[in-house]
């Protein structure tokens, strides 16, 4: 492991003006909040802070949830957010997505930013041992493009890059049009969270937007009568502690019988949080008999690049829409 300095800050104030200090992403001076990402990126010699600026009681891990929206503090944990009876109530998509990620003891530790914010799964991008990584080393090439890529991305992939983005709960929150705020040296500002990661393009290594020395601080979700009516489908290898192959978060605003308006975003196929715009404009007016979801569906596939080991993802991504729109429609 990289020798590193532990930085106490004792406000946020003072943890942003060290942060301040950094370059972006693997920079010289990295925060850690939970750690259950971090942690593992420093054994594993992937990350290589100087200094490392912990966060630990510096944010807001209130967690307020109701008819009037969706509010959570940064630092809460996964298991708070999950167990949570308002997000249960209101937000079912929210704590599915996070009851089926990881494990108890991860979600018993691991916080809202510091999901928001973790690395990809890919083998080749953990694996130092692998010299051709783009997003770990610039300019060095992608092992995964013509190596073992049954994981990654078949949508929004570059020439540079196939690494799939790995929360659960970023996808949920992406379908119900959440927002994240952000502290920095200025003060607070807002911006949508479908706008947080950034597609690989020639950078795959510069993977948010977020500048040297800013924080996320909480995220918020607009009232949302339809969100009682979500789900979070996954599809992954295992049953527990496991990453998705494919997942589906899905928000239903129903007329009668019918769909007024679904709000759909996918995980497991592309580098961020994936809205399909298409399939949601397709899927207005359609009941819940799947041979009418299907065509909608089929939609998602307009644009759609396997590389060999993930094919798959093609068909699958739209078996599970359609799956997660009857499951969320059948919801009272
Ligand atoms: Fe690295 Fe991205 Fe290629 Fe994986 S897919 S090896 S993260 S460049």
Not at 71 to 83: D, P, S
């Amino acid at each position: 492991m990289h020798p590193f300095i532990l930085e106490r800050p004792r406000d946020i104030n003072a943890a942003v003006a060290l942060g301040a200090q950094s370059g972006r992403n693997d920079a010289p001076v990295e925060y850690i909040a939970g750690g259950t990402d971090m942690v593992q990126l420093l054994q594993e010699n992937v990350r290589r802070p100087d200094r490392l600026v912990s966060l630990a009681g510096l944010l807001d891990n209130r967690i307020e949830a109701g008819p009037q929206g969706l509010r959570l503090g940064a630092a809460a944990t996964m298991a708070e957010v999950a167990a949570h009876p308002g997000v249960i109530e209101h937000f079912p998509v929210v704590s599915e997505s996070l009851l089926n990620s990881a494990s108890p003891q991860v979600r018993n530790q691991a916080t809202m930013g510091g999901n928001l914010l973790q690395r990809t799964r890919c083998p080749y991008f953990r694996d130092v041992g692998y010299a051709a990584c783009n997003k770990r080393a610039p300019d060095s090439g992608c092992a995964a493009m013509d190596g073992e890529n049954r994981w990654h991305a078949v949508l929004g992939t570059s020439e540079n890059c196939i690494a799939v983005h790995p929360s659960d709960l970023a996808v949920a929150l992406v379908a119900l049009d959440a927002s994240i705020e952000i502290q920095d040296a200025g003060g607070e500002h807002s911006v949508p969270l479908a706008d947080l990661h950034r597609l690989p393009g020639n950078t795959p290594h510069i993977e948010t937007i977020l500048q040297a020395g800013e924080v996320i601080t909480a995220i918020t979700v607009p009232a949302s009568p339809a969100a009682r009516r979500s789900h979070y489908l996954k599809v992954r290898d295992r049953a527990s502690f496991e990453f998705a192959v494919v997942s589906a978060a899905v928000v239903l605003d129903m007329d009668g019988d019918r769909i007024r308006q679904a709000r759909i975003a996918l995980g497991g196929v592309a580098p961020k949080p994936w809205r399909v715009p298409d399939v949601e404009a397709a899927l207005a007016g359609v009941s819940l008999d799947p041979a009418e979801l299907r065509p909608a569906a089929a939609r998602v596939a307009e644009g759609a690049q396997g590389r060999g080991h993930n094919d798959f993802k093609i068909e699958l991504m739209q078996r599970a829409i359609v799956l997660a729109v009857e499951t969320a429609g059948a919801r009272a």
